[in-house]
């Protein structure tokens, strides 16, 4: 069984602050990671994907990935109350169709 | 057109009807998903579509009845639900083949009470 673990929060950042939102896998052979925004009652928003260790800078945003640690993170900068919302981490299986499996998800606050 | 379009938004329906949620797209994708998403829980894989040949079925209870006429197309049949079954159903597509541009494409959902 895959899975995806993420602290489910939440995770309470004031505004102008750095967030730091965390993911654990468990298969080792994934190659695909991303993180998705949620806002209450809307759909997933894909913000970020990662596939090589290191980190991945998109504005705000920044992906990390440690492929030995099976961890993967998203830290966001100059955090504003529009980031409050649920992180969703997804690990994509590429040998079953290609599936995503979401971890729990993290809900952030960004407090003014 | 980058966008996955889901109708209705919103659908009520007793446990007697039988109704269909629609899924379409226009980007070339030629794979396609149907999520399950019940509050405050993440999404939960139910079908996957390649090539619009059904190549995953978690497992769904088939008083779900998933259909895909075309590459453009994806529909999910309802018939008999329960209340429990109550959630919001998310479509999704993505590209086939290497790995970008990816991830997901999501719709916006429809939000399904079952009454």
């Known amino acids: 069984q895959k899975e995806v673990e993420q602290n489910s929060g939440p995770l309470s950042v004031p505004e102008g602050a750095i967030a730091s939102l965390n993911c654990t896998y468990s298969?080792?052979?994934?190659?695909?990671f991303f993180w998705y925004r949620q806002y209450s009652g809307k759909s997933p928003e894909l913000i970020m994907s990662?596939?090589?260790?290191g980190d991945k800078e998109d504005g705000r945003f920044t992906a990390q990935l440690n492929k030995a640690s099976q961890y993967v993170s998203l830290l966001i900068r100059d955090s504003q109350p529009s980031d409050s919302a649920t992180y969703l981490c997804?690990?994509?299986?590429?040998?079953?169709?290609?599936?995503?499996?979401f971890g729990g998800g993290t809900r952030l606050m960004v407090k003014p | 057109d980058t966008e996955v379009t889901q109708t209705p938004k919103h659908l009520v329906m007793g446990m007697t009807n039988k109704k269909s949620l629609k899924c379409e797209q226009h980007?070339?994708?030629?794979?396609m998903y149907w999520y399950k998403q019940k509050a405050k829980k993440p999404p939960e894989l139910m079908f996957v579509?390649?090539?619009?040949?059904?190549?995953i079925n978690e497992s769904v209870p088939s008083r779900f009845s998933p259909e895909c006429p075309n590459s453009s197309l994806l529909n999910l049949h309802l018939h008999a639900l329960q209340p429990e079954d109550s959630a919001l159903y998310l479509c999704a597509s993505r590209i086939t083949g290497g790995r970008g541009p990816d991830g997901y494409t999501f719709g916006s959902g429809t939000r399904l009470t079952v009454v």
């Open positions: 579509y390649s090539y619009e040949k059904l190549s």
């Open positions: 980007m070339g994708h030629r794979a």
């Open positions: 997804a690990v994509r299986d590429n040998n079953a169709g290609n599936m995503l499996t």
């Open positions: 990662i596939y090589s260790n």
């Open positions: 298969d080792r052979g994934s190659q695909s």
